[in-house]
């Protein structure tokens, strides 16, 4: 624990997570959603008030601030990001976040939806936290720990390096970002005006969970135009497209290739959406896998079940468009081992055990990698996210400020003495 130091993280993530920021997939304005900016303001003010004199919110949502060095020596520029968006999968309006004293193990009833239950034997991870506090939602929206736990986190190392002048670093950027949970979370973003070397996302689980490897993603939509023509004489006319579109999806491998069949480092075929009519239906799918050049893989399955489908409709076509959505951060976080070096040292120095686990999904940082910012994922703590059973450790929270602590201070010592 930080000697002496009062934390705010737990304060500040239960005011935070009752601001809404859903984001919304649908939507092609940037932010998604206009009210994601209410927390960006909300950060930008509780920074100024710090007296982190830079910080402001653009257009887009984002909000920069910047923690001036204090050493002499020459040290990389770390920047810290997490996004202020939840996810649209569960409601995130009126979210009241609980604060459960000395859990012991007992069965949580959620007070506003008693058949939300959060059961022990169904979160294995609550073990951890037995005879400590963890918090909840009430039962009707998820809590937004995702990423409001990172959020939090890197407010309370801001409000002590403020505080601790007295703790070395070099420039620390701090970066809070919108649309992460709709995959566009660093598509406004203007990295020469962020001015990092290199960067860390907090969005992680578990405690000492360290993660430097994604998925690889791709997105798919597979368009079928069938014919159409008046249903009351529509015999050897029509073709429904609606009804391709169900065989498509109906051939799918039912044991494998699925989020439901698989885990570790198997990849995936996801059907995400369906939408359309009988004269014209589209179908998207997500493609994930470790390995960047099993996309290709999978996508030309894909294409050729699609095909399959298709020969028994002569007169209907198909098209078939694939987009680039992240790779694996690994390819490019092995070329900078600094990065996972210090932060190992860093988990050490705060007593705990370093996790490597692959994320079977992405994060800011992949994208942020592949833009020139190298940027591995730490953990928060955070539980059962994107869901009503959402939890959160407050030992995790507190850990995680603790870490970043130790780590801005790892980079700095690891800085070259300025001889100029």
């Not at 887009?60 to 996004?83: L, M, R, W």
């Not at 939090?152 to 601790?164: K, R, S, W």
């Not at 994320?359 to 020139?372: A, K």
Request: glycine fraction near 8%.
């Amino acid at each position: 624990m930080l000697a002496g130091y009062t934390y705010t993280v737990v304060e500040r993530f239960m005011r935070y997570v009752q601001v809404d920021t859903q984001s919304d997939p649908q939507s092609d304005t940037s932010p998604s959603t206009e009210k994601q900016k209410r927390l960006s303001q909300m950060l930008v003010q509780e920074l100024l008030a710090m007296g982190v004199t830079d910080a402001h919110a653009d257009g887009f949502g984002y909000v920069y601030a910047c923690i001036p060095s204090n050493t002499t020596k020459n040290v990389p520029v770390i920047c810290f990001c997490s996004h202020v968006d939840t996810a649209p999968d569960c409601s995130g309006t009126g979210v009241k976040p609980i604060l459960h004293h000395n859990y012991q193990g007992e069965d949580i009833v959620l007070p506003d939806d008693p058949s939300q239950v959060i059961r022990l034997a169904d979160h294995s991870y609550l073990k951890e936290h037995i005879g400590n506090s963890i918090i909840t939602a009430s039962g009707l929206t998820l809590l937004g720990a995702d990423d409001k736990a990172g959020v939090a986190a890197i407010m309370d190392l801001a409000n002590y390096l403020v505080t601790h002048p007295e703790t070395k670093h070099g420039t620390i950027k701090l970066l809070f970002t919108p649309d992460e949970e709709v995959g566009r979370g660093t598509d406004q973003l203007d990295l020469v005006k962020l001015g990092a070397d290199y960067a860390y996302t907090l969005d992680g689980g578990e405690l000492g969970t360290l993660e430097d490897e994604t998925f690889s993603a791709d997105g798919v939509t597979i368009t079928i135009h069938g014919v159409i023509s008046h249903p009351g004489y529509a015999k050897n006319k029509m073709v429904n497209a609606l009804k391709i579109a169900g065989e498509l999806l109906a051939v799918l491998p039912k044991n494998e290739w699925s989020p439901e069949t698989t885990d570790k480092k198997e990849g995936f075929v996801h059907p995400l959406r369906l939408e359309g009519s009988a004269e014209k239906a589209s179908l998207e799918f997500i493609i994930r896998d470790f390995t960047t050049s099993q996309l290709a893989v999978h996508e030309n399955r894909l294409r050729q079940l699609a095909e399959q489908v298709l020969t028994a409709y002569p007169q209907a076509t198909m098209q078939f468009t694939v987009q680039e959505q992240y790779r694996n951060m690994k390819e490019v976080l092995d070329l900078h081992p600094q990065i996972i070096r210090h932060a190992e040292e860093a988990y050490a120095r705060t007593g705990l055990t370093v996790v490597k686990e692959p994320i079977r999904g992405g994060t800011d940082g992949s994208r942020l990698s592949f833009m020139g910012l190298p940027c591995p994922n730490l953990f928060t703590g955070m539980q059962a996210i994107h869901s009503k059973q959402e939890w959160i450790g407050v030992r995790d929270m507190e850990k995680a400020v603790e870490m970043l602590v130790n780590l801005v201070q790892v980079w700095e010592e690891k800085g070259m003495l300025n001889t100029e």
